[in-house]
């Protein structure tokens, strides 16, 4: 059965910096090409990095290019997102999902909220 779990959100000010986890469960996590996306309140879901299965194709959405990075470790079946210099505006659930866009299967998501 697939499962997806993200972690390592939380509540940080601007300018600080979290990182985030996805683990896959269940499937061949090396075998895909994995996003993060997130939802902010109110709002529609937006793609904001992806990588493919071995790492050497990255894109970024211009919001966050320059300050996250996506990595992957495929032996530890784990997705990554280092962010750095948060702005309010990231606040938001992050998800990684399956593929690159906003379609693919999905975890549960976890929440980052930027506030001074």
């Known amino acids: 059965q697939l499962q997806i779990a993200e972690s390592g959100g939380g509540l940080v000010q601007p300018g600080e910096s979290l990182t985030l986890s996805c683990e896959g469960y269940g499937f061949p996590f090396g075998d895909y090409g994995w996003s993060w996306i997130r939802q902010a309140p109110g709002k529609g879901v937006e793609w904001v990095a992806y990588?493919?299965?071995?790492?050497?194709?990255?894109e970024y959405a211009d919001s966050v290019k320059g300050r996250f990075t996506i990595s992957r470790d495929n032996a530890k079946n784990k997705l990554y997102l280092q962010m750095n210099n948060l702005k309010v505006e990231d606040t938001a659930v992050y998800y990684c999902?399956?593929?690159?866009?906003?379609?693919?299967?999905r975890g549960p998501g976890t929440r980052v909220t930027v506030s001074s």
């Open positions: 999902a399956q593929g690159i866009g906003t379609g693919g299967t």
């Open positions: 990588s493919n299965r071995i790492g050497d194709d990255i």
